[in-house]
């Protein structure tokens, strides 16, 4: 399965700035496939799938927001129980540590989709297209 680009962006921790930030990447046609958000005291850590990180990099200068660019692991699951027990327990075995994840949709299709934020992106990536190359021959 493929890697995707992620932008890790840092947000001041107040009322509105997601929603600012969500409204300039739709004002810019960017489509956010997947999502996450946490926060500490004053800054929120927002993780973002994006359809065209070329534009979304543009909206992000703009902003004049912080943001870095990372590789996450990518797979696309059947949506039925155990699929994440069992990826996750491949990960482990292969003594890969996950260091955050977190869910999204394929556009198109509307197929569920996980990104991992792993150490060693490219192994993570070859041991998920394998389990799920398996999970689709059940």
């Known amino acids: ?13 107040k009322p509105g700035t997601l ?3 969500c409204k300039a990447l739709a004002d810019r046609k960017v489509n956010i496939v997947a ?13 973002l799938i994006v359809d065209n990180a070329a534009a979304a990099k543009t909206v992000l200068d703009a ?16 949506n039925r129980s155990g ?3 069992r990826i996750a327990s491949r ?22 989709l996980l990104f ?9 990536a070859q041991l998920l297209d394998q389990t799920a190359s398996a999970a689709a021959g059940r």
């Open 83 to 85: 699929e994440l027990a």
């Open 116 to 124: 991992f934020g792993v150490s060693e992106v490219g192994r993570a």
């Open 35 to 47: 999502f996450q958000a946490s926060t500490d005291e004053r800054r929120s850590q927002v993780h």
């Open 63 to 78: 902003e004049r927001l912080t943001y870095t660019e990372n590789d996450v692991a990518q797979v696309a699951l059947p």
């Open 91 to 112: 990960l482990g075995e292969a003594n890969i540590n996950i260091n955050y994840a977190y869910g999204g949709i394929e556009p198109g299709t509307n197929t569920p």
């Open 19 to 21: 929603a600012k930030l």
């Open 1 to 13: 399965m493929p890697t995707a680009k992620e932008l890790n962006i840092q947000l001041e921790h």
